[in-house]
């Protein structure tokens, strides 16, 4: 009863911008943390950045300094500002959320992912 979904994801070139959104709704108590995570080809999957409830962030090496997660806890969403965007940016970016749901308890929830592709 928790879905994710997000939005922002396309095509830019190497050193441009986009900014990722995700809306989480459904039967929620609340949200903990709730990050970011990107998938390339070939490649595991990875954390690109997390934010707690308290509006604390962590991001990985790769994306520090050009990355920036914020989120709203009213509205439920988390956002990926990123500049100075590379080749290696490619991926699929999922939204995940760590939520305590009506009648379930805590869970963790993905959304459906979008791609984002930066061309040199």
């Known amino acids: 009863q928790v879905q994710l979904v997000e939005s922002g994801g396309g095509l830019v070139q190497a050193g441009g911008s986009l900014r990722l959104s995700c809306a989480a709704s459904g039967t929620i108590l609340s949200i903990n943390d709730m990050g970011w995570y990107r998938q390339a080809p070939g490649k595991q999957r990875e954390l690109v950045a997390v934010?707690?409830?308290?509006?604390?962030?962590n991001y990985a090496d790769s994306v520090k300094n050009r990355f920036t997660i914020s989120r709203d806890n009213a509205k439920n969403t988390v956002s990926l500002q990123m500049n100075s965007l590379k080749p290696d940016d490619t991926a699929v970016y999922y939204c995940?959320?760590?939520?305590?749901?009506?009648?379930?308890?805590?869970?963790?929830?993905w959304g459906q992912g979008t791609q984002v592709t930066v061309s040199s």
């Open positions: 995940n959320a760590d939520v305590t749901v009506l009648l379930r308890g805590p869970a963790s929830y």
């Open positions: 934010i707690t409830s308290g509006g604390r962030a």
